[in-house]
């Protein structure tokens, strides 16, 4: 059940959010990067202002040279924009609560997202002991007119036996996370070729760490080539374990349990949107990464959706 909020948000104090986010070291001229020559040109979609630069003539919002720039969406609205992006609502859902049109809230809402995409934290991480392993998520040509009778568009099960590719519908998304800190790295593959899955955990993590694998074949060079430990454990067949105690401790230490829990967790994310583009899926795949990592919205989050870096550091 739709729930609309817009009404009960308070529209100056999400205005001031947004400029303190958007602008981290106070509002300047677009153009010529000035602050202090600047007035109120028009109050008609107060609290939102737009001002005119006495030095260069510009006039411009707060919005102007953000992915916001031409929206008409109120502050209370926006800020809701950005809650649903970070909690997953669909796109419907948000359109019918909002009262606006689906297929321009989809289009900001990639833009958001791509912004996300673009300022995901893809240092190393630091652990000793990584996991890694990969999902085959259904995502197809949503959205997309299928004009030609040659190409119609694929039926919503696509129950392909083997392992996925991004050509069939069924794109890998592979992942390393780390034991001690609990982060994780995603990111959206072509195919789980070998090739594709050593570039993603050489970038992953330190020289040195132990990674922890299924017995997949993609995987097969990370011990070989990159000076990293690599241990496996075997989820085929009929004597198939999930946990091994390679040293003889007790501690069934060899595992990639910890990864299978995230993709549990990635595909509830995932399916309120009853199917998401194969186009766009490294963006959803993104926010899933910032919200494991971060457990809560941040401000910086917030900059990384709105287009600015996320390390912006505020003026004093």
Known sequence: MDFPLTDLMDQGACYQKLVALLHPGGLTCPTCKQADRLTVHRRDRAPVLDYRCRRCGRVFNA???????????????????????????????????????????????????????????????G???????????????????????EDPPRRRANSRRG??????????????????SGEVRMEVLETAGGDELDELIVG????????????????????????RVHRTVDHAGPKS???????????????????????AGARTFLRPFRGVSKWYEDQYVAVIQWGHNLKRVSDDFLRALLGISPNTISAP
């Open 127 to 149: 652990d000793d002991v990584v996991e890694a392993d990969e999902m085959y998520q259904n995502a197809g040509e949503k959205g997309i007119p299928h004009t030609d009778p």
């Open 163 to 180: 392992h996925g590719t991004f050509a069939n519908d069924r794109p890998p998304v592979a992942g390393v996370v780390g034991r001690r």
């Open 241 to 263: 374990r999930y946990a091994v105690d390679a040293d003889g401790d007790g501690v069934r230490e060899v595992h990639c349990n910890t990864m299978e829990g995230l993709w």
């Open 63 to 125: 919005f102007t040279g953000t992915p916001l720039q031409g929206t008409h969406r109120t502050p209370a609205e926006i800020v809701l924009i950005l809650r649903g992006v970070a909690q997953g609502a669909p796109t419907a859902r948000l359109a019918r609560e909002l009262g606006c049109d689906r297929k321009h809230l989809l289009a900001l809402r990639h833009r958001l997202q791509e912004c996300a995409r673009r300022w995901l934290d893809r240092n190393p991480l």
């Open 204 to 227: 992953a993590c330190l020289g040195g760490s132990v990674v922890n694998t299924d017995e997949w074949n993609g995987y097969k060079g990370v011990g070989r080539r990159h000076g």
